[in-house]
């Protein structure tokens, strides 16, 4: 298991997997192929349905046999093939707790059909009564509290709902977009489910690593990573984008050892979660600060994603957000 632990293998995750005997996953995040013709740089993704879901099915096996008996698997998947998923998952003994819908902006335009926007992510676990599951880390706060100041709402805020329309796909503009890779995940996505999934240390596998979104949230969240991906040039570049994360947090630490940060309250964790936070909620910036309200509630909401016991001050969170604006 550690040869696997922070890596990147070059393989197919089948007989990766397949070599595995012993669970070591306690988060599974896939976004396989859809069958839909994409082009790849070793796989064409476009094969017959007969052949898909066999091929689905070998998968989806041998990722159930490395996860933990109390961990979790998300699943990406497409429509065509969202039935077939959930009824494989269902052979192999796992739990459904969430049908997942992520509703994206820029979807893609077609001629003679309804444009697609959408994306559905299969939440299951492993046992329906042991799992990892941090609400503190994804709560927002609500519109009983931001609008109708309703004293019935909950101080902790709400949970988000089962539709995600808070993350667009990362299109060819995106300062995001690694260019290199035909599907990628956005970052703020991985980071809702990592950080409800699972705690720090823990293990997340990704056995279809692509553009290595998955390995580089799990690593900005304290977490190990194994990631699988069949192309030599992927891995390449997947490694690179690892690299370039870790220059980014050292140079990070030394700006702010070297006091040239205008924020001197938050630490580059607290600072990553705020922005994370600031994501969920779509509320600009400086509508947040100009409305004391506001504040406090995002500052509220700010400490319970924290759950580390620390009290944060409204004035140290004005002055973080400006510095954020700037």
Excluded at 87 to 102: S, T, Y
Excluded at 291 to 298: G, H, Y
Aim: glycine letters at 6%; charged letters at 25%; aromatic letters at 12%.
């Amino acid at each position: 298991m550690q040869k696997l632990l922070n890596r990147i293998i070059c393989g197919d995750c089948i007989e990766v997997l397949g070599k595995v005997h012993e669970p070591f996953a306690d988060l599974i995040f896939a976004d396989p192929p859809f069958n839909i013709g994409y082009k790849y740089d070793k796989y064409y993704d476009k094969v017959k349905k007969k052949n898909y879901i066999a091929w689905t099915k070998g998968w989806m096996t041998v990722c159930k046999k490395a996860l933990m008996p109390h961990g979790s698997f998300y699943i990406a998947i497409g429509d065509e093939y969202a039935a077939n998923v959930k009824v494989i998952a269902d052979e192999l003994g796992l739990f459904m707790r969430n049908w997942l819908i992520w509703h994206y902006t820029f979807g893609q335009q077609m001629k003679k059909k309804f444009a697609r926007a959408h994306t559905h992510i299969f939440y299951f676990v492993n046992d329906k009564n042991d799992f990892t599951f941090n609400d503190h880390a994804v709560r927002i706060p609500s519109d009983r509290q931001l609008i109708y100041n309703d004293r019935r709402a909950n101080p902790a805020g709400k949970m988000p709902d089962d539709v995600w329309n808070e993350y667009s796909r990362v299109c060819g503009t995106f300062k995001e977009r690694t260019g290199w890779h035909p599907c990628q995940m956005p970052e703020n996505l991985l980071k809702r489910i990592i950080a409800a999934s699972s705690n720090h240390g823990n293990c997340v596998l990704d056995p279809f690593c692509g553009s290595a979104t998955t390995a580089v949230v799990a690593k900005q969240l304290g977490r190990n990573y194994v990631g699988i991906e069949i192309s030599e040039k992927y891995v390449e570049n997947a490694n690179k984008r690892l690299a370039q994360l870790v220059l980014a947090k050292a140079q990070a630490v030394v700006r702010l050892k070297g006091g040239k940060s205008a924020n001197l309250f938050f630490n580059t964790t607290e600072l990553n979660e705020l922005k994370r936070l600031l994501s969920d909620v779509k509320i600009p910036i400086k509508e947040i600060t100009t409305d004391k309200k506001t504040l406090q509630l995002l500052t509220n909401q700010f400490a319970v994603r924290m759950n580390n016991r620390k009290t944060y001050r409204i004035k140290e969170m004005q002055a973080t957000l400006e510095d954020l604006a700037d």
